[in-house]
């Protein structure tokens, strides 16, 4: 357990419930504590049923399986019993009774509940093994045996006629309960199920082996199990002191135990707390606590992934507005001698080859690369950009490629969204790769259009949308990428001929050094005359 480490969950309780939860957190790749105290309620059974697949399975085998496999997925499992949580900032932290503390970002707790057996002596000692509760649980292996029915509330006629089903040799052991009504008493009469009057005193055991149970009158009624249907109580500490109180139970009518609400997948009233098994459902067995963690496993996972949605849209957002200003680029630039590779930009040395030299204006120039290969083949270039920082490389690129090219640049810092062009003024208008969000985008190509002289030439490049399916790792903002198609369709026919408007293959390196296909977005216009 790492103390210092925020978990994305810590589950508290490590039986079906907490192991299930903690499953399938782990298998979604989540960082996941169980804290297990290792009190079971169904510690003291030699078995567990109905579990499809694993029917007969000691419960304590299970749960060491059930440890194994969230460790193997990269969970974490420690010994300890959890006291309380308190909410810290967006977070809870648990204490456990040993002063450790954990952080987590969301609970899962299935802490289960205790069984309040009658006062009886000697009951609790032979609890889970031959005084049972649950005929789905225990019945099969006491069927055809002696079989009491311990009345300790008003459902007891109901567990009677339950166990019927399983032996026919069954008693109705009334205790401190009244007498049952006359209908009751015909339809346990009619199943043959006798009643024996007056309270149980105590447990008859032979060996290592339940054999009757002795009533006030001191008559002793054989039997080889006992059913006791106590009312369960929900271990709820830890959710208490988050302020989460038990409620009771009823079923028919009658109080069965107390639990944690919740919705069906265990979200309690408390955000980030869910809750799983029996501290939530009285009723859950061991197959049913597992696929209520499961849900609430799965439920958790969902709660982080919107609350992760969230936050990555307000950073999202944040970047969208901060990446194109001139702060950011400055950053940037200054971040590293060189951020571009000095070579002119494949498509404008594709079209501009063949082109006799005029005026042109290089858009985001960035360190001068395209400006000063245009100006060396003779071109008088403007080069414009937003960072002061990349047009001082780009006049020092100029400078060092001769003198003759250097005189025939000129460097201007302008944000051209906000910058008016002089219209009709460039031979050659080239923007390599200027993504934009979509009106502004619009606007600026307008712009661009604008300043094209009456048989110049209009040369826009962008990356691809296609190229976000590859391994090229694009800057993932997709609403600033554009196809060439969607240029063209905005120059009027009348005005522009477009020479091309195509996804242009390229190989490229990608990250791991290996060599893809990446497209850009080449829009090749010419204005008339």
Request: proline share 5%.
């Amino acid at each position: 357990m790492d103390e210092n480490k925020t978990y994305d969950v810590v589950v508290v309780g490590g039986g079906a419930a907490g192991l299930s939860g903690a499953l399938a957190l782990a298998r979604a790749r989540r960082s996941v504590l169980v804290v297990d105290a290792g009190q079971p309620r169904n510690a003291p059974a030699a078995h567990m049923h109905n579990y499809l697949g694993r029917d007969g399975t000691p419960p304590a085998e299970l749960r060491a399986a059930g440890r194994e496999e969230v460790i193997g997925y990269g969970g974490e499992v420690v010994a300890g019993r959890a006291e309380s949580a308190t909410r810290e900032g967006g977070d809870f932290v648990v204490t456990l009774d040993d002063g450790r503390a954990v952080r987590a970002r969301r609970l899962l707790v299935a802490t289960g509940a205790v069984d309040e057996l009658p006062d009886v002596p000697g009951l609790a000692e032979r609890w889970g093994r031959d005084v049972l509760h649950c005929p789905y649980c225990h019945g099969w292996e006491v069927r055809d045996r002696r079989i009491g029915v311990l009345a300790t509330g008003p459902l007891a006629v109901e567990q009677a006629l339950l166990w019927r089903q399983w032996s026919e040799d069954v008693v109705f052991l009334a205790h401190h309960c009244p007498a049952p009504s006359e209908e009751d008493a015909e339809r346990l009469a009619a199943r043959r199920i006798p009643v024996a009057d007056g309270p149980v005193t105590g447990i008859e055991v032979t060996g290592d082996a339940l054999t009757g149970v002795r009533l006030a009158s001191g008559e002793v009624v054989a039997l080889d199990a006992l059913v006791v249907g106590a009312p369960l109580a929900a271990r709820s500490g830890v959710l208490e002191s988050l302020g989460l109180k038990p409620v009771e139970v009823e079923i028919g009518g009658h109080v069965a135990g107390t639990r944690i609400a919740a919705d069906p997948t265990g979200a309690t009233a408390v955000p980030g707390v869910w809750v799983a098994g029996n501290v939530t459902d009285v009723r859950a067995v061991v197959i049913a606590s597992a696929a209520a963690g499961l849900a609430a496993g799965a439920a958790i996972n969902m709660d982080l992934i919107a609350e992760e949605t969230r936050a990555a849209v307000d950073a999202y957002r944040t970047q969208v507005r901060t990446l194109l200003e001139e702060a950011a680029w400055e950053e940037r630039y200054r971040s590293r001698p060189t951020v571009w590779s000095g070579r002119p930009n494949p498509q404008l040395v594709a079209e501009a080859a063949q082109l006799p030299p005029g005026r042109a204006l290089d858009v985001g120039s960035g360190e001068g690369a395209d400006a000063v290969w245009l100006a060396a083949r003779g071109w008088r270039v403007t080069g414009a950009d937003i960072s002061a920082t990349a047009l001082e490389r780009a006049a020092a690129h100029a400078a060092d490629a001769g003198a003759d090219v250097a005189a025939r640049t000129e460097w201007v810092q302008a944000d051209l969204r906000d910058h008016t062009l002089p219209e009709g003024a460039y031979d050659l208008v080239s923007a390599q790769y200027m993504h934009l969000p979509g009106e502004a985008r619009r606007t600026l190509f307008a712009s661009l259009a604008a300043a094209t002289a009456p048989g110049g030439t209009l040369l826009i490049v962008g990356h691809h949308p296609s190229d976000l399916l590859t391994k090229a790792r694009r800057m993932h903002f997709p609403q600033m990428m554009f196809t060439a198609e969607e240029v063209a369709a905005s120059l009027d026919p009348a005005e522009w001929e477009v020479v091309a408007a195509e996804a242009r293959p390229r190989t490229a390196v990608d990250p791991e050094g290996g060599e893809i296909t990446i497209r850009d977005a080449v829009l090749v216009a010419r204005r008339r005359t």
